[in-house]
């Protein structure tokens, strides 16, 4: 089964818009983070925003923001006031067993979300 | 500025040979992890080190070998065993605490080609 699924291949959204684009993740560990990361054409990832698995609240990163609903495991990221220069990859990644000791932070993605801003 | 460096940038390799992917970070984190990336897929690991001359296999090891001299440098060869190596690679570090919130960095990446 899939770690992190994300369904939406690609989206479009108009510039000054909002977009959500989802992130849905499967594990049995209690402690885990969620990652998003934004990867232009050009082909570098950038970190934008992190949820823990224990932070009640919904994490915020300027127009990004998490809505992260544990119960239903997903951790949708959200962009407001879309602007040009998002387009790109998006990406949602889980580190699990943030408790566990003597071992490397290990990241699982998801395949990913091309998003589109248009004029 | 901190941060990390791969190169070269574009890189050819011939049917039955070696290459190698430098990867090389001065932000001062203990742990390093190398990426493939394919066309419409996210990024699978491929080997990680958490310390200097320590390393795991990730999820793709096959064809592929690291070593992990010095704690800023994380070389990947490609070997001739890996018969599908066309791919974007990313090289990433991160600090070694892991209960906390620290993202993994990554370089601009390496894109190799067969020839």
């Known amino acids: 089964a899939q770690k992190i699924t994300q369904t939406q291949p690609g989206m479009f959204v108009q510039e000054k818009e909002a977009v959500t684009l989802d992130c849905t993740y499967d594990t049995s560990d209690q402690s885990y983070g969620l990652f998003w990361y934004k990867q232009p054409s050009s082909g570098e990832m950038i970190f934008l925003i992190y949820?823990?698995?224990?932070?009640?609240q919904n994490a915020t990163e300027g127009r990004y923001s998490l809505n992260f609903q544990k119960a239903r495991k997903s951790a949708n990221l959200v962009i407001s006031a879309s602007q040009l220069g998002d387009s790109a990859m998006y990406f949602c990644a889980m580190r699990e067993g943030l408790l566990d000791t003597g071992t490397a932070s290990k990241l699982t993605f998801g395949t990913g979300t091309r998003l589109q801003v248009t004029l | 500025d901190g941060g990390i460096t791969q190169s070269p940038k574009y890189l050819f390799r011939k049917e039955g040979q070696n290459v190698t992917l430098s990867c090389e970070q001065n932000?001062?984190?203990?742990?390093m992890y190398w990426y493939r990336q394919d066309p419409g897929q996210g990024l699978r690991l491929i080997y990680y080190?958490?310390?200097?001359?320590?390393?795991q296999k990730g999820d793709i090891a096959e064809g592929y070998s690291v070593s992990r001299e010095k704690k800023e440098s994380f070389p990947l060869t490609v070997t001739s065993a890996q018969k599908n190596p066309t791919a974007f690679y990313l090289c990433?570090?991160?600090?070694?605490?892991?209960?906390?919130?620290?993202?993994?960095?990554f370089g601009d990446g390496t894109r190799l080609s067969i020839l």
């Open positions: 990433a570090s991160s600090p070694r605490d892991r209960a906390s919130n620290q993202p993994q960095h």
């Open positions: 932000l001062n984190h203990d742990a």
């Open positions: 080190s958490q310390i200097v001359n320590d390393f």
């Open positions: 949820q823990g698995s224990y932070d009640e």
